[in-house]
């Protein structure tokens, strides 16, 4: 175990073999048809079609890690690739993520032999034990906060129990589904209307209407008293006693942690279904509401000062976006008010939209930041964004220090130069470099960051939050192009410029 020995507490549930380690594939592919988070699960891999790229080592590192993966077992190091590089190993341990390697020059090893031992471990472990109810609640508060959610307790026991889990309201309407497998087509919702007779006039316990399903059922409530049904459904095999009373205490403490007012019907509630990846609720209560979720095209993340303004700035933005979009969600969570947009009036430009909110707006002084994200695809880029932007948001005003608005670019560009941050000193004095001619002259180096990253590379701007004249910009900016070599005011010229200054202000701000 080379990296991330302080998570040999973690407990694997799956294992998987990593055929294609490309993260291109991954990302134009697999996301497109699957998005799920793989918390506890161990990818087997050789790194072959990447063997000869640092780099690609490192995305898939990083990919693998930002899926949940809990580690990876490296086969064939000293064969397929001559050594585990020092920077896929600095990320690994950056990120606490495993790295088991598998002794190295042996050609002997084989796949079928880790994977069998490691699945006869998990399935002698997965038992129901007297400590399971602590052990599955323990595994989603370690998870990103954002994560900890009914939906995800209901999969990790869906995964462990190798069962389909419903939740359903008082009038068993599904407000929850996990299917195991994940693409069966079980109709479990026919099977629980067959049930519904005995379930509301009373008759609790297990269901015998499908000869080849055994379902338990139980009762759960929410904070306010309301009544929920939990829905045990396994094909072919009973599950263990007892395992039914075990499954309900884990989600009634579940709902009681993260499920508050878990079948409130409102945009809250269908807001923080989008952004939690619990994609039955939102499903549902896009439904209800009559929100076409696939209309939603563009996300503002706004992030609130003062939450007593946040009643203002929601309605402020309302009749702001109201003028130029159709469909418009608009909640808090937490210090962030979530805007979802969606038909957009053709004749505007929809980034003038949010600029002209900055300037004509009375509360900007309530407002910390506005990432402003365009085209998203479905929902799936809408938390994907959510996340990114909340995993940077700390770090916004240690780059950026005199602007409000981003754009989801310059956001993927700051969760770019954060990782390279933390990558070790060697990194990032190879991406410091390109700066190295000035990096003894302090105002050479406040010109060129106040140019690129609060100026966005106009010269009136940074003339002005400089103090100084525009032809003394001008004349600084020349200067410092000549002694690094690189034109920062061509595009194609000042990315690794620009991602150095972020650096520079991460590591000395």
Known sequence: MVTGTSRLHQTVSSLSVLEVADVNFFSQIIQTVQEEWYAEELVISSFYSIKDSVEQQCKTVQYLHDLGEVGLILYYVGIIMPDIADEVLELAESLNFIIICMPRNDYSLRYNEVIYEVMEAIVSNQNVNEHFVNESLEKVSLLPEHLRSVEITLKLLSDRMKANIVLTNSNLDIINRVMWPRNSSLDVANIIRSMAPSILNGRMGEGELDSSCFVEY?????????????????????LPPKTMDQISEVVQVAINLWGDKHNEVSEYALVKAIVNDESEKMRRLASLLYIDVSAIQMMWLVYIRDLSEERRIREDLKAHLSQYYKTAVIQTIDHCV??????CSYKYNEFEIAAEYIETTSLMADVSSIVYSPRMRNTQDVRRMYQLVNGVSKEVHRIYHNRKLYTAAEVRSMKRAIDLSKQGEEITEE????????????DALKTLMTFLLDAKGNMDDC????????NTVKYRIKKICELIGYDVTINSESYDVYTACMVYRLIHN
Request: hydrophobic share 45%; with cysteine.
């Open 338 to 343: 979530v805007v979802l947009l969606g038909n």
């Open 431 to 442: 991406c410091l470099s390109v700066m190295e001619p000035i990096m003894d002259d302090a």
């Open 463 to 470: 003339s002005k939050l400089l103090f100084v004249h525009k």
């Open 218 to 238: 139980k009762r759960v409530h929410q904070k306010n008293g309301e009544i929920l049904y939990l829905f045990l459904i396994k094909e072919n095999t009973k």
